[in-house]
């Protein structure tokens, strides 16, 4: 059965950085659009980032942009995303995600995008 599963969240200082790992077992991710989201409490779930199969291109929406980054390493089947300056505004619980069909084009933020979905992993940004 295919999973995906998302680490590396914590609880880190304001300005600080974190990596999530995203991977995947049972399918190769290089054929997927893969996006991050996330959801803080209350609140609906907002579209982070993408990344898009055939290229790699990346997006972000506008409250990351400049801050996170998005990244692939095929031979371990992982999808990153690096969050530096880091404030209390990102604290959520972040999710990995894939498109359900082997994708074309650019990838799209939209949560609806995306069909199989990780358990999430709680970023927490406090002093």
């Known amino acids: 059965q295919v999973q995906l599963v998302e680490s590396g969240g914590g609880l880190v200082q304001p300005g600080g950085s974190l990596r999530l790992s995203c991977t995947a077992s049972?399918?190769?991710?290089?054929?997927?659009?893969i996006g991050w989201f996330r959801q803080a409490p209350g609140k609906g779930r907002e579209g982070v980032s993408c990344?898009?199969?055939?290229?790699?291109?990346?997006f972000y929406g506008d409250s990351v942009k400049g801050r996170f980054t998005v990244s692939r390493d095929s031979a371990k089947n992982t999808v990153y995303l690096q969050m530096n300056s880091l404030t209390p505004e990102d604290t959520a619980v972040y999710y990995c995600?894939?498109?359900?069909?082997?994708?074309?084009?650019?990838?799209?933020?939209?949560?609806?995008?995306?069909?199989?979905w990780g358990q999430g992993t709680q970023v927490t940004v406090s002093s």
């Open positions: 995600a894939r498109r359900g069909v082997i994708s074309s084009g650019t990838c799209r933020l939209g949560p609806s995008e995306y069909q199989q």
């Open positions: 049972g399918i190769s991710l290089d054929y997927y659009h």
């Open positions: 990344t898009s199969s055939n290229d790699h291109s990346a």
